[in-house]
C-alpha cells in the first residue's frame, strides 16, 4: 500500500510543476524570432542578444530580444585623421535616418512574429497576453534623437488568433496591440 501512495504523492508533485506554456513552445517562438530578424539580409538588424521567453503564470507570455536598428561600427562614424573635415556628421546624420525608417517596419515585424507565436503557444489560456520587447542600442556617440531605446507590444492571445484567421491587413492588426515606445 505505501509504495502506491508514493507513486500517487510523486504524480502529483510532477504534474503541479508542469508549466501552461512549455518550454519547448517557448523556443520555438524564441527560435521563429531569431530567424526572422536576422533574415533581413538586405539591411539586417543586429542581434545583440537572442530572444528569450518566459511564462508569468496569469499574465501570458514574455519574449525580450537585444538588438540594434543596423549593424554599427564606431569606426565608420567617429572623427579620425582618414576622413575629411565634417565627414563625420554627415554619417552620423546618415546613421539617424536610416535607424529612423526601420523603427515602423520593426514594430510591423514584431505584430506579424506576435501572431504567430500564439499559434505555437498552445497551452497560454486565449484571455493571456502576449508581450514582445525589443532593446534598442544606440551608442552615445550617435544622434540618437527620436530614436527609440524600448519598443513594447503587447496583445492579447484571443485577439491574435482572430486576427490570424481573419488576416487583418497591417493598420487593422496594428490597432490590436498597445504599444510603448520608450
Known amino acids: 500500500m505505501r509504495p502506491f ?14 508549466p501552461i506554456c512549455s518550454i519547448n513552445s517557448l523556443r520555438a517562438v ?6 526572422r530578424v536576422q ?20 499574465y501570458g507570455a514574455v519574449f525580450t530580444v537585444d538588438m540594434g536598428l543596423v549593424p554599427v561600427s564606431p569606426m565608420n562614424y567617429v572623427s579620425n585623421p ?5 565627414a563625420a556628421e554627415k554619417d552620423l546624420t ?44 544606440n551608442f552615445k556617440w550617435e544622434q540618437s534623437r527620436d530614436l527609440p531605446n524600448r519598443i513594447v507590444l503587447t496583445a492579447n492571445k484571443q485577439q491574435l ?12 492588426l496594428a490597432a490590436l496591440f498597445n504599444e510603448e515606445i520608450l
Open 5 to 18: 501512495l508514493l507513486i500517487a504523492a510523486a504524480t502529483l508533485c510532477f504534474a503541479a510543476s508542469e
Open 30 to 35: 524564441e527560435a521563429a524570432i531569431n530567424d
Open 39 to 58: 533574415s533581413n539580409v538586405s539591411d539586417p538588424y543586429y542581434f545583440y542578444a537572442p530572444a528569450r521567453g518566459t511564462y508569468l503564470q496569469g
Open 82 to 86: 582618414f576622413k575629411p573635415a565634417g
Open 94 to 137: 546618415a546613421l539617424h535616418d536610416r535607424k529612423l525608417k526601420k523603427v515602423d517596419p520593426l514594430k510591423a515585424m514584431m505584430r506579424e512574429l506576435m501572431v504567430g507565436a500564439c499559434q505555437k503557444l498552445p497551452g497560454l489560456p486565449a484571455s493571456e497576453r502576449i508581450v514582445m520587447e525589443a532593446f534598442l542600442v
Open 161 to 172: 488568433l482572430d486576427a490570424a484567421s481573419k488576416h487583418l491587413t497591417g493598420p487593422e
